[in-house]
Structures are given as C-alpha cells and as structure tokens.
C-alpha cells in the first residue's frame, strides 16, 4: 500500500479524544486505528508486535539487518487520536492536483474556502498535491500523516534487507491531543535508546523544545437574587468572570504572541449568575517566567476573593508537561542527525521552538530522549488543515536516511 492511501484511510477512521470522559483511552474509537495498524504491522513483517488492548498503545520492532544487531535502539513514535478542538466524524478528505496558488473551495453548499489572503503559506506549494477537508471537519494529518510516513518507512525497511540499520522500535499512542499520550507508556518495554515523535508541522520543522504547560480550571461562585431587588445582594459571576480575565496581561495572549513568548489562553466559558466556570492553558517556554506566570494567576484569585468573599473564587491548576530541551542538550546529536538527513534529502532544517506540546516532551523526562520530527501539515486541528502529497513523501526520505545514521 502506498503512502496517500494510508493516509487516506487512516484520516477517515474516527479517533476524537475526550479529556472530559477520565478514562484511558478517552474514546474507545481509537482502538479501531489500533486494530487496523496492529494487522497492518503484521502484514509488512514487523515482529515484537504488543497491542495494549487496555489503553490502546501499539508497540512494534523492524529487526536489524545483519551484523548491526549492536548498534543503538531507535525509536518512532506518533499519536492516533485527533483534536478534540472540531469534529473527526465523517471526514472527506479530496486531493487538489497541482495546487495552482488560488483560493481554495472546501465546501460550496456551505460556502467554506480556504483563503490565500488568510493562509499566506499555501503559495509554498504551488504545484503540489494538497489534500484538503470538506470544511466541515479538520483533517486528522495530525498525527495520521505520521502515522502512514512511519508505516511506509517500516513497509519499505522490511522490503529492503540490504538497506543497513540497527534494530527499530514503533510505537502509536492515543490521548496526546489531550496531554495524556505518554500515562500508560511502557519506556521499559519500548526499549529504544532514543526515539523521535513525527508530530510536527511543515517540512523541515525539526524540534527540542516546547512549552513548559500547565491547566487551570476556575470556578466562581455567584448569588442569584432576582434584579429588581437584587441591589447589595446580587454577585454575578459572569462579570466577576470578565473581572479575573481581565486583570490578565493583555499582550500575553495567544493572539499576540509568537517564537518563545508565553501565554494565558482562555479555551471555555460556561456561566450562569450563580455559577460560571472558565477553563485555562498557561505556557510559557522560560521556567522562572512559567512559575510567574501560575503565580499571578492564583494573586488574581486571592485578590477577588477579598473583595467578593471568601470562597468566591476557586483555582484548580495542575502542570501538564515541562520544556524537553533540558533533555535533549545532552543528546544534541540526535538533532545533528536529523539536520544531516534533511540536507541530504533536499529539504531545509528549520529549527524552532513548538508551541505547544508533545508525546515527546513527558517521555523524555521519563528517560527517553525524544525531539520531535515533521509530518509535512499545515492548519492543524482546523477546518482548514491540509498536507501536501510532496511533504510527506520527502518525510519519508528523511525517515529513511536518518536510521542510517545510527549504524
């Protein structure tokens, strides 16, 4: 099977993750790629095959070719679940043949283009294959696009004998999307002495460091008094909501920042008079400016909690995962190899922070170094994501050349 209808057929098996259901993996759906991946994995001749049938993870080895048994355990890691951020149910992906740099239609009933003028980027790929959406979903190339470049890099390392390479180890896991992706990871099972994540974006994107990232629930307590004789009783915490909202830093907002600038990005409000709840991210590259950041936080609730009350407010934060560069600087060879399969793959290293987060960040602290790789998309989590035919094929390359490196 080639690379496109891989990816194809993975995109349009639903694997939404829900951080709302507390169960491991959120959303049994995403057993249904793990079943189809674990026979596929069969099917090209991998061996050590382990499906978790509990918490839905696929472990896989592609053998070392003779007489370089020795060599180091690498590993590839990418994420079966999608964005719980827009819909993974009846995805249609199309293919734009030789993308010819104009707006894009995705849906015409519905009226829904992908715009130029909005998406500057699109003039990269004059001439390339694009697959698109719908409009109605987002397209799922995070992570399946990694998916489907890791399955062809084994189909064609098993196909190849004479290609030299040290013993590899796949793993695809569920939940990343929502920060859980490494919770039931077995690093000792694995049993790689380093790994890559192909979770990333454009071409070329080749990263060791990401948010330093925690979440924040706030829970404010109105008092609902009927308004006509509602004065001095009444406590509305819809606009003690927009108060603690808007005691934070303006310009550290995810609409104004880029590179390493942190952020306080509100994801949810849900409110009533009597109650609303408002749901936070806090990332921030820096660490001491990550723990200013949550300390701030909790000062604005302390502050409103003595002047509506005590008990008004209620702040409950928990880190999620920590910066990965403080793991990889030993490493940093893993990151020289990468760059040296990209040059000889014709494509340019791009080195830049994440802004967000990935598998890769947890399980590096949990001892397995793991910077993450490009998958070649674009707008991820969106109705406009999209991935170019030629992007995911030089990833392949890139894949292919970096297993030598370590021979």
Known sequence: MNLVDRFIKYVQIDTQSDEATGTSPSTTKQHNLAKLLTRELKEIGAEEIYYDKEYCYIYATLPASEGYENAPVIG?????DTAPSMSGTNIKPRIVEKYDGTDILLNKLQNIVLRVSEFPELS???GQDLVVTDGTTLLGADDKAGIAEIMTLSEYLMRNPDYKHGKIRISFTPDEEIGCGPDHFDVELFGADYAY????????????????????????HGCNVHPGSAKNKMKNSILIAQEFHGLLPVEENPMYTEMYEGFYHLDNIEGTVEETKLDYIIRDHDM???????????QIGEFLNKKYGSGTIEIDMGDSYYNMRKMIEPHMY???FAKEAMIESGIEPIITPIRGGTDGARLSYMGLPCPNLCTGGENFHGKY?????????????????????FV
């Open 76 to 80: 590839f890691i990418a994420h079966m």
């Open 124 to 126: 990269n790929y004059i």
């Open 197 to 220: 994540t192909v979770d990333g974006g454009a071409l070329g994107e080749l990263e060791f460091e990401n948010f330093n990232a925690a979440g924040a629930k706030v829970t404010i």
């Open 288 to 298: 001491m400016k990550f723990l200013q950041k949550k300390e701030l936080f909790k």
């Open 334 to 336: 893993l990151i020289d």
């Open 385 to 405: 994501e999209y991935i170019s035919i030629q992007s995911m094929e030089k990833t392949v390359e890139l894949l292919i050349k970096l297993v030598s490196k």
